[in-house]
């Protein structure tokens, strides 16, 4: 499959993740949809190029229109720790982003395994980060 098929698909499915706003206008996104939305784009991104992204930039040359989540990124709101990289399958996988204060009142983190949960801020704390 070319990328731009690919990025299409990626993007296709990164919609989905959204619920419909009852006014028929766009939702906002939430913090757990846009994690969700950037493990599928750390997954895309590791797949295509076989190491993991370091930056935003990165993210933007498999598909060129980023979604929310990378707004997210640049303005601060979503922490990444890059070069830690995509592994599905990781058992007692690493925090690979998180909300930018989860450290001090708890929120939603991204493992490198792709899933998205809920941690307190002990959780966080605890928690192994990816490298």
Request: aromatic fraction near 6%; charged fraction near 20%; proline fraction near 6%.
């Given at each position: 499959?070319?990328r731009?098929?690919m ?13 419909a706003a009852?006014?028929g ?22 797949q295509?190029?076989?190491?993991p992204?370091r930056?935003?930039a990165?993210l933007g ?5 980023l979604?929310p ?39 939603w ?21 990816a490298?």
């Amino acid at each position: 499959m070319n990328r731009v098929v690919m990025a299409a698909v990626v993007l296709a499915g990164l919609g989905g993740c959204r619920q419909a706003a009852p006014t028929g206008s766009a939702a906002p996104a939430t913090a757990e949809s846009e994690l969700r939305d950037l493990g599928e784009l750390f997954r895309y991104f590791a797949q295509e190029n076989k190491r993991p992204a370091r930056n935003v930039a990165d993210l933007g040359r498999v598909v060129p229109e980023l979604p929310p989540a990378a707004r997210a990124v640049d303005e601060g709101r979503i922490v990444v720790l890059w070069g830690g990289g995509y592994a599905p399958g990781a058992r007692g996988s690493a925090v690979l982003a998180y909300e930018k204060d989860v450290s001090t009142t708890g929120g939603w983190v991204l493992l490198q395994d792709g899933s998205v949960k809920q941690m307190t801020a002990a959780e966080f704390q605890s928690a192994p980060k990816a490298k």
